[in-house]
């Protein structure tokens, strides 16, 4: 059974049509890369996985239950910018995933169990790399850093979908390999369903499990507004990659 | 080399900073002199050793009258005035302003009246505050409150909505309800924008309590300016001048350290 399924998604902003009848199934643990023309839906679409919005038409169920409509813990997001919290240190922004869920009342653990969640937030942090700056602020870490922690504060959750909105798109070329490197060992390492949106297209067939071009099918001149995206071409990528992982699974599940 | 390439180095920037106040205090002490020496009666412009005289009358012996040392109780009763106007003020404004910037049901009837009432004079509305609330306290810090809230309020829901969408999202997907998101993301990033807020009104709160206390009270500084105005006692009103400049340049010195030493990763605070 697909862990998403898109079901005939419409999503329209007064009369500009931006998505039309989207249909999508995807397994759990794919690496989607979105790619196409800017303003083609891409983000519309990954802000739908989100429950930022909801779509006008159609429906998207995760695990077959129809998706929250509102943003929650079970889908992780790394935006291009302002990911991460300025007013707290890495360690806290990682650490804050862990205190908000536990602590309805003040949103802040103490004591004992305080002390334990920045133990945790401090290993994965170590993870990503960023176990020498945990007690900076995000304005004092370059640009890579800080998508470096945005992942590391997305993860803490065990979230099953990530969502990434061009993460890497404000990085130089060096950075955005190591980057890439990361992302895939993360990948690896959990059972992670990944949306990733990028303007790179190299970017996005060396990453992805799968290749997803948005596009409009249909044109009118008279009203450029009239009609939406689909999704043009579905590509499967990377098979090694994605043999793998289905080698992984069926060994766990022995 | 053009104006706008020229800097002052270290010892001109010090100079050029003292420089507008010594002219000043020039010009005024050349004209007290000049004065006095045409009539040694002259109230208008006292000179150094007669506001000296005035300060130590006012600030180091007791008042025959009531025991009290004047200039100390004026401060003390101004100040408390102030200071409570002012955190009034701010927990309202701060309360106001978050569920009006962050909250869309909140913000929809909140936004525009409180757009409305900050176009209230509160000067205008003063006798209604003493109708209403009597000539005591009460009404002081009320005209303080009333004056400066809106204007906090509607600066801090402007800079709630200046936090980005993104950040909102986030703390959704790490767990956070309306609650803990206000709490933890919201409140901690608008509190230094809150104290240069407050920075900011320092000037309107200080002018209403004086106007306040010019019209209704028995003591405090604005009361005791407008009593001795009755006298002609310019050796008392400038140096209380000069005092109350001074309290007002003490706090605004005071909130911008804070705001430096509170949030370290604040970029805005060193201005």
């Known amino acids: 059974m697909s862990f998403i399924s898109v079901q005939n998604v419409w999503q329209q902003y007064d009369d500009q049509v931006v998505l039309e009848g989207l249909n999508l199934s995807v397994a759990e643990g794919e690496f989607c890369t979105l790619v196409g023309a800017s303003g083609c839906g891409k983000s519309t679409f990954l802000r739908l996985l989100l429950g930022q919005e909801v779509p006008n038409k159609g ?26 919290f300025p007013h707290l240190s890495v360690l806290d922004n990682v650490a804050l995933g862990l ?40 304005t004092q870490l370059s640009g890579g850093m800080q998508q470096r922690l945005a992942i590391a504060q997305a993860l803490i959750m065990k979230p099953r979908v990530l969502l990434l909105d061009e993460p890497f798109g404000a990085l130089d070329p060096g950075i955005r390999k190591d980057m ?7 990948w690896r390492e959990t059972q992670l369903t990944v949306f990733m949106v990028t303007h790179d297209l190299s970017e996005g067939f060396n990453l992805g499990t799968r290749l997803l071009v948005f596009d409009k099918v249909r044109i009118d001149p008279h009203a450029p507004g009239a009609y939406g995206a689909r999704i043009t071409y579905d590509i499967p990528l990377n098979s090694d990659r994605r043999a793998a992982r289905a080698a992984l699974d069926s060994l766990q599940q022995a | 080399m053009r104006l706008i390439n020229r800097r002052p180095d270290r010892a001109s ?74 955190g009034i003020s701010a927990l309202l404004g701060l309360c106001l302003g978050i569920a009006s910037g962050i909250l869309p049901l909140f913000g929809a009837p909140l936004s525009p009246l409180l757009t409305v009432l900050s176009m209230v004079p509160p000067l205008a509305i003063l006798p209604i505050l003493f109708i209403v609330f009597g000539l005591g306290e009460l009404s002081k810090v009320m005209l303080i409150v009333i004056g400066i809230t809106p204007i906090l309020a509607r600066d801090l829901e402007q800079r709630a909505r200046e936090i980005p969408v993104e950040l909102l999202i986030k703390a959704q997907t790490l767990g956070a309800s309306t609650w803990t998101l206000i709490l933890r993301v919201i409140l ?68 911008k350290a804070l705001t430096r030493k509170a949030f370290p990763w604040y970029e805005g605070a060193r201005g």
């Open chain 1, 59 to 84: 429906k998207i169920l995760l695990d077959g239950k129809a998706l929250a409509s509102e943003p929650d813990a079970s889908r992780g997001v790394v935006f291009q910018r302002y990911s991460v």
């Open chain 1, 99 to 138: 205190e908000l869920p536990r602590s309805a009342l003040l949103g802040r653990l103490f004591g004992n169990a305080k002390r334990e969640a920045r133990e945790q937030a401090a290993v994965l942090l170590n993870k990503v790399g960023l176990g020498h700056s945990l007690d900076k602020y995000p």
């Open chain 1, 180 to 186: 890439h490197a990361l992302l895939l060992d993360l």
């Open chain 2, 13 to 86: 920037r010090l100079l050029l900073v003292i420089l507008p106040f010594s002219l000043l205090l020039f010009a005024y002490f050349t004209g007290s002199a000049t004065r006095l020496t045409e009539n040694p009666n002259d109230k208008l412009l006292p000179s150094a050793v007669q506001m000296a005289d005035a300060v130590n009358r006012m600030a180091f012996k007791a008042d025959t009258r009531t025991g009290e040392y004047l200039l100390w109780q004026d401060t003390g009763s101004s100040l408390r005035r102030l200071a409570i106007g002012l």
């Open chain 2, 188 to 255: 901690p990033q608008l509190l230094p924008r809150l104290l240069i807020a407050l920075r900011l009104v320092l000037g309107s709160a200080w002018l209403f309590l004086i106007a306040a206390e010019a019209i209704a009270s028995t003591d405090g500084l604005g009361y005791r300016i407008f009593l001795v105005r009755r006298y002609l006692a310019m050796d008392v009103i400038l140096p209380y001048v000069v005092w109350i400049t001074l309290l007002a340049w003490l706090m605004d010195w005071g909130l």
